[in-house]
C-alpha cells in the first residue's frame, strides 16, 4: 500500500526550538520509510530558502498573503500534520493556526506539545478550536490526553497517544565507570529549568565529588529578550555556594554522536525542572531510551514515564529533596542499574523509527476515514444491510 503524502506545518531548523528538532527527526524518518514528506516552515521573518532540506514553502507570521500561500502548499498534500505550540504561530497566543486549520481542505492531525492544566480564557479557546477543526489529535502522554478529554471536552476517540520520540542511544559504545560520578542536565537553557536548584543540591553531595554537567545553548527567545542574565547567575550561585569545581556549563555545539557519548556515559540524568505542568519532554524521552536513570521533578510527564522504575521524581524547587534522590542512585547498591534495566524495558517504543511508523500508519487511517466518508455522504451512496 503506497503512503498518503504528509506535508508538516511547523518551525524547522535552521530554527532553534524544540518544535523544530521534533519536526526534523520525524520528517527523517518518514522520509527513510518512502513517505514523501513537505516541510511547511513557520518563521517570524522570511528566510527565503525553500530549496533545502524539505522545506516547499513558508509561512510568515503576521502575513495573509504567506497564509493563503502556505494554505494551497498544504491542501495539495493527501495529509497535514500539524505541531501546535502557543508560541510558534502569529496572533495572541498563536491564534492565527486556528483559520488556517479551518481552512484545510485535506485530513489534518494535530501534535500538541502543551496542554495547559489551567489556561487563559484565550488559550482554552484556541485550543478547543484546534482540537475541534482536527481529524485527529496526538499527544504525548496519557496527562494531556486525560486533560483534553476532561477539560477541554475532546471527544476520546479523537485523541491518540504516541510517545515524542528519541534517538536509539542504545548503538552507543558501551559504557565504562567513571572515575568522578557524572549528573548530566542539557537541552536549551532558560529561567523554568531548575539548574538553580540542581545547583544548591550539590553542596550536600560533595564527599561523593560529583561532576555536574549543563550542556546546551541559551534558548534564542530568551537569548533576544534577556542575553544571557540566567547562564551567568547559575555561575555566581555556584561560585557562592562554593562549588564552581563540580560544575561544568558547555554551550558550545555538540554532535549527535558525541551527545550519544555523553549521554550513555552519565551516571544519572537529572531534570530539575520548575514547572507543574509540562506534559512533554524530549530530554526525558531521550534520557529513558537510553537506559539511563533518571531523577526528575514531579512534573506530568516525568511521573508517568518514570512510574515503572525508570527514575525517581521528587517535588519542584527543592533543593535537599534533589540532593537526597541524586545520593540514594549514585550510592545505593543495586539501584541504578534496576533503573536502567527499566528504562531499557520503554526503550524499544521511544525510539524514533517506532515513533514515526505510528505517524505513517496513523496518516494511512485519517486519508482512508476522510475517503469513506466523501464516499458515503454522495448522493445516492448506499450502506451494505
Not at 44 to 50: A, F, H, L, M, R
Not at 228 to 256: F, K, P
Request: net charge negative.
Amino acid at each position: 500500500m503506497t503512503s498518503p503524502t504528509i506535508a508538516v506545518l511547523s518551525t524547522y531548523p535552521p530554527t532553534q526550538c524544540g518544535l523544530a528538532t521534533f519536526s526534523a527527526a520525524l520528517v527523517e524518518q518518514l522520509t527513510a520509510m518512502n513517505v514523501a514528506v513537505g516541510i511547511v516552515r513557520v518563521l517570524d521573518e522570511p528566510v527565503g530558502d525553500t530549496t533545502t532540506s524539505g522545506v516547499v514553502a513558508e509561512l510568515h507570521n503576521g502575513s495573509a498573503a504567506s497564509a493563503a500561500a502556505a494554505l494551497e502548499v498544504l491542501n495539495s498534500y493527501d495529509a497535514v500534520l500539524v505541531q501546535h505550540e502557543y508560541g510558534i504561530y502569529g496572533g495572541p497566543d498563536g491564534a492565527d493556526v486556528v483559520p488556517l486549520l479551518e481552512s484545510l481542505t485535506v485530513p489534518s492531525i494535530v501534535v500538541l506539545h502543551t496542554v495547559l492544566a489551567e489556561p487563559t480564557t484565550q488559550q482554552r479557546h484556541i485550543l478547543e478550536a484546534v482540537v475541534a477543526a482536527a481529524d485527529v489529535v496526538v499527544v504525548m502522554a496519557e496527562t494531556p490526553r486525560r486533560r483534553l478529554v476532561d477539560q477541554y471536552g475532546a471527544d476520546p476517540s479523537s485523541v491518540v497517544v504516541i510517545p515524542h520520540g528519541a534517538i536509539d542511544h542504545r548503538l552507543a559504545a558501551p559504557r565504562e565507570d567513571n572515575p568522578r560520578p557524572v549528573i548530566l542536565t542539557w537541552g536549551l537553557l532558560g529561567p523554568g529549568k531548575g539548574i538553580e536548584w540542581a545547583i544548591d543540591a550539590l553542596p550536600a553531595l560533595r564527599d561523593l565529588n560529583p561532576r555536574y554537567l549543563v550542556l546546551g545553548k541559551t534558548h534564542p527567545k530568551v537569548l533576544e529578550r534577556h542575553g544571557e542574565a540566567y547562564r551567568s547567575a547559575l555561575g555566581e550561585r555556584a561560585a557562592a555556594l562554593g562549588v564552581s569545581d563540580l560544575v561544568e556549563m558547555n554551550a558550545g555545539y555538540i554532535g549527535l554522536a558525541d551527545l550519544a557519548q555523553i549521554i550513555g556515559s552519565a551516571d544519572v540524568i537529572l531534570l530539575p525542572y520548575d514547572s507543574p505542568d509540562q506534559v512533554t519532554s524530549g530530554v526525558l524521552i531521550e534520557a529513558v531510551a537510553a537506559g539511563r536513570p533518571v531523577v526528575a521533578t514531579a512534573f506530568p510527564h516525568a511521573q508517568e514515564l518514570l512510574a515503572r522504575g525508570a527514575g525517581m521524581t521528587v517535588p519542584r524547587k527543592d533543593a535537599h529533596a534533589l540532593g537526597s534522590a541524586l545520593r540514594r542512585v549514585l550510592t545505593e547498591p543495586g539501584l541504578s542499574a534496576a533503573m536502567g534495566d527499566a528504562a531499557l524495558r520503554e526503550a524499544p517504543d521511544l525510539v524514533w523509527g517506532a515513533v514515526a511508523d505510528r505517524y505513517r500508519r496513523l496518516a494511512n487511517d485519517v486519508v482512508a476515514t476522510r475517503a469513506s466518508l466523501a464516499r458515503s455522504s454522495r448522493p445516492g451512496w448506499v450502506t451494505a444491510s
